[in-house]
């Protein structure tokens, strides 16, 4: 069965980096679509930042593209989103989420299945203050 375990969660100012970690388990790892999500109190689930299982391709959404990013070891089993100059704005519980992919070579299509097919992990709390 899958397993996905975040961490590198934390109380932070603005400004500076943090870098969080999926450890993954149960599955193909090299195969999977995978991702993080992330939900501010009050909103729904969005998606942060993803890679293609089909190529490899790595999206970002808009409010993330310069700042964080999103990378693999292969080795180890580990997803990360290093994430710099944080702002208020990204105060959410983050989630890693992988699933089988379906073909997909956009981002909304990637996100689309993820969010119908994925599994999950527990979360990690990134708070940012001002």
């Known amino acids: 069965e899958v397993q996905l375990v975040e961490s590198g969660g934390g109380l932070v100012q603005t400004g500076v980096s943090l870098t969080l970690s999926c450890e993954a388990s149960g599955f193909p790892f090299d195969d999977y679509d995978m991702g993080w999500f992330r939900q501010a109190p009050g909103k729904e689930r969005e998606g942060v930042s993803c890679?293609?299982?089909?190529?490899?391709?790595?999206f970002y959404a808009d409010a993330v593209k310069d700042r964080f990013t999103i990378s693999i070891d292969r080795a180890k089993k580990i997803l990360y989103l290093f994430m710099s100059s944080l702002e208020a704005e990204d105060t959410a519980v983050y989630y890693c989420?992988?699933?089988?992919?379906?073909?997909?070579?956009?981002?909304?299509?990637?996100?689309?299945?993820?969010?119908?097919?994925?599994?999950w992990g527990h979360g990690t709390q990134v708070t940012v203050s001002s």
């Open positions: 890679i293609a299982g089909s190529d490899g391709r790595k």
């Open positions: 989420a992988v699933a089988p992919p379906r073909g997909g070579k956009s981002w909304v299509q990637l996100v689309r299945n993820l969010l119908d097919f994925g599994s």
